[in-house]
């Protein structure tokens, strides 16, 4: 399986963009990058996912190298209620529309008023 | 949608007893997954079904843990009998075909 590699936690000031770092350098050429966050006894929420162009959503920006071995999370105007664990998974693809995705220990992102 | 519900939300047992953990999708997913989440391993993927048939039980810890699907709106995850290191979150998920998963609220467990 690609495995990630996430910083165990970061700050980041209420207002201010939070850039969460992500590195896959084994990824696969046919491997999604997905993100979900948990906030404090939730299950996971998705964010955002992909493959070779940097995508954007309502909630965040996602940033992938061109090379596909790291991207970055981008929350624009952090606030208050996006503290919470943010994980970078890459969903491994197990044949026919099967997949697998298997969670890491995630970046805890601490927003500071 | 209500989304992916999960019941009960906390269950605390005695060692050896039967705890069965339930777990209704979103309607019209056709992947279901459970996961177990403890302070030291984290968030594991455990079984995960698509159409009803479990694709991937690798992660089923030992053979006191059976997970079933008996149709397309209910899952069951059993644990016979129980023990205190069972103690854990556990989170069912669903998705329609490869989008994004939607989880559960979890069920915590605690096997005394």
């Known amino acids: 399986d690609a495995k990630t590699t996430q910083p165990p936690s970061m700050d980041c000031a209420e207002g201010r963009a939070a850039n969460l770092p992500c590195n896959h350098s084994t990824i696969s050429g046919n491997e999604y990058v997905y993100w979900y966050r948990q906030i404090h006894s939730q299950g996971p929420q998705y964010i955002i996912h992909g493959l070779k162009n940097n995508e954007t959503n309502e909630m965040a920006s996602l940033i992938i190298t061109e090379d596909r071995k790291s991207s970055t999370l981008i929350l624009p105007h952090a606030t208050l209620r996006d503290t919470a664990v943010y994980y970078c998974i890459v969903r491994v693809p197990l044949g026919g529309s099967n997949y697998k995705l298997t969670f890491g220990k995630g970046t805890l992102l601490t927003v500071n008023p | 949608d209500a989304g992916v519900i999960q019941s009960p939300r906390h269950e605390v047992t005695e060692m050896g007893q039967e705890v069965t953990l339930r777990c209704k999708p979103i309607s019209g997913h056709d992947y279901l997954f459970w996961y177990r989440q403890t302070m030291m391993r984290g968030l594991e993927l455990l079984i995960y079904?698509?159409?009803?048939?479990?694709?991937?039980d690798s992660g089923m810890p030992e053979d006191r843990f059976s997970a079933k699907m008996p149709n397309a709106s209910f899952s069951t995850l059993k644990i016979q009998p129980s023990e205190p290191r069972d103690s854990a979150v556990y989170f069912c998920?669903?998705?329609?075909?490869?989008?994004?998963?939607?989880f559960g609220q979890g069920t915590r467990l605690t096997v005394v």
């Open positions: 079904f698509n159409n009803n048939v479990p694709i991937d």
């Open positions: 998920a669903s998705s329609f075909m490869e989008t994004e998963a939607f």
